[in-house]
């Protein structure tokens, strides 16, 4: 019986210590492994680096950059445009299907597009058109105009465009109440000028309703194009109310 423990127990050792020289070689070859992974790690980020710095040097490279800017000649108006060229029976007729039907009464001399927005009103159902002030002065301590909670409404506004083409014009109107904001942008198109005023009306909305949608809120109405001239910036509060102020019935 001892002579058969004393057997089982070499045998385990022999077991244990074979097991601890596999271990420790495995230790070894993955150690061998991770250096040769960092090395290679290593490697590509200065590849990399040298990509990046043959690239800079190709940026520097003055023979690659042009000897003289390009130039456009000086800016012109519409109205100078449109004269140059009206003798060209083919170029007058591609600039009138850019451009539309341009009055040239509306033309001027300036460079830039002028937009003055004429009227700017909220259209209700069944109630007077709510016409805002132009040009409106802020007056924090009173509310511009009040409408009734869920109540169907559309903001309509006409404007007039002088002087040259006015593109990307857009409409953005953000409005505050408790911390919560909500902005809607509309992009409204690329407009000729002309004398008679272009008209816009928005797509109808339902001014929310409740016990947490009365109160007064803070907004603010832009009309800016894409080159970023803003031609109206107002600021304003009004109130949403259970029902119409009696004064409007």
């Known amino acids: 019986m001892s002579a058969a423990v004393g057997i089982f127990s070499a045998s385990k050792q022999d077991g244990l210590k074979k097991n601890e020289r596999n271990n420790n070689e495995e230790a070894r070859e993955e150690k061998k492994n991770n250096n040769n992974k960092f090395v290679d790690d290593n490697e590509a980020k200065n590849n990399n680096v040298d990509d990046e710095n043959e690239v800079d040097e190709e940026d520097d490279d003055p023979k690659l950059k042009p000897e003289k800017e390009l130039d ?23 600039k009138e299907q850019l451009l539309g039907s341009v009055d040239m009464s509306a033309l001027g001399e300036m460079e830039a597009a002028e937009v003055k927005i004429e009227r700017l009103s909220i259209v209700c159902r069944g109630r007077p058109d709510i016409v805002l002030p132009i ?39 953000t409005v505050w109440k408790s911390g919560v904001r909500e902005k809607t942008k509309v992009m409204l198109g690329t407009f000729s000028p002309r004398k008679d005023p272009y008209t816009y009306e928005l797509e109808e909305e339902t001014t929310p309703s409740g016990l947490f949608a009365r109160g007064s809120y ?28 009696s004064n409007n019935s």
């Open 218 to 245: 803070s907004a603010t109405t832009k009309f800016v194009d894409d080159d970023g001239k803003a031609y109206l910036d107002m600021n304003y509060h009004f109130e949403i109310k259970k029902n119409w102020p």
């Open 135 to 173: 040009p409106f002065v802020s007056n924090p301590k009173s509310s511009l105009f009040i409408l009734k909670e869920g109540s169907r409404y559309r903001l309509k506004f006409s404007f007039t465009v002088s002087h040259n083409v006015v593109s990307g014009l857009n409409y953005t109107n």
């Open 72 to 94: 456009l000649g000086p800016p012109l108006s519409l109205k100078e445009q449109l004269e140059m060229d009206k003798d060209d029976e083919s170029l007058r007729r591609w």
